[in-house]
């Protein structure tokens, strides 16, 4: 079965320090894995996915994704936080024969003035 | 249109009543889905067409809800005797489908608060 979890609830950071929020999954074959991002009350938009080739993946607002296929896992990660990335940040997953995305939990991001 | 369009953005309803909740997708996009998102929760699947195909129902909590989409466009997922457990925010998202790795777009969400 298909699944995506995200261990953290809350992240907190200082602003302009680097930033990670953590992602595995488990899926049959090969995924694309995707990340969005939710502002209050605002619908998901996309940052960023992986498909296939480098590992990291680079996306909007300066955001970036390493796929570990080792360690099943897609880190979001941004090397300086703003206080303007504080959001709701939710990790998908889709294996290769379907077309349903499986959504994370979602992890609530802080970046502290 | 440039973006998944979802309608209306608010809705109020009293508990029992019937409520309709509309999708339009993004032009050319085949593949459509319904999430719901309760408050402080994920995404909680609900419903999912592509093309032509018959829709994936799976994830419909009850036999209260149901989603139509007309002429490969535009979808309406309705909600019946509507319960405050319903209460949440619908959305609604779309793809070009098929097998590649197709991002989904989604609209701004429906909320709805069943009093």
């Known amino acids: 079965a298909q699944s995506v979890a995200q261990p953290e609830d809350q992240v907190n950071v200082a602003e302009g320090n680097p930033l990670t929020v953590k992602c595995t999954y488990s899926?049959?074959?090969?995924?694309?894995l995707f990340w969005y991002v939710q502002y209050p009350n605002r619908g998901l938009q996309f940052l960023l996915k992986?498909?296939?080739?480098?590992?990291l993946v680079k996306g909007s607002y300066g955001f970036e994704a390493e796929f570990n296929k080792s360690q099943t896992s897609f880190h979001l990660k941004k090397p300086s936080a703003l206080v303007s990335d504080s959001a709701l940040y939710f990790c998908a997953v889709r294996d290769r024969t379907g077309n349903q995305f499986y959504f994370g939990t979602g992890t609530s991001l802080t970046v502290i003035p | 249109g440039a973006g998944v369009s979802q309608s209306p953005s608010n809705k109020v309803t009293e508990k029992g009543k019937d409520v309709e909740l509309r999708c339009d997708p993004i032009?050319?996009?085949?593949?459509l889905y319904w999430y719901r998102q309760s408050l402080g929760q994920g995404l909680e699947f609900l419903i999912y067409f592509q093309g032509n195909s018959a829709p994936d129902k799976s994830g419909l909590p009850s036999d209260r809800f149901s989603a139509e989409r007309t002429g490969g466009s535009v979808s309406t997922l309705t909600i019946q005797r509507t319960q405050q457990e319903d209460s949440a925010v619908y959305l609604c998202?779309?793809?070009?489908?098929?097998?590649?790795?197709?991002?989904?777009?989604f609209g701004e969400g429906s909320w709805l608060t069943v009093v």
């Open positions: 992986y498909i296939t080739g480098d590992n």
């Open positions: 032009s050319g996009h085949t593949a």
């Open positions: 998202a779309s793809s070009t489908g098929g097998l590649a790795g197709n991002t989904i777009y």
């Open positions: 899926v049959s074959g090969n995924p694309y």
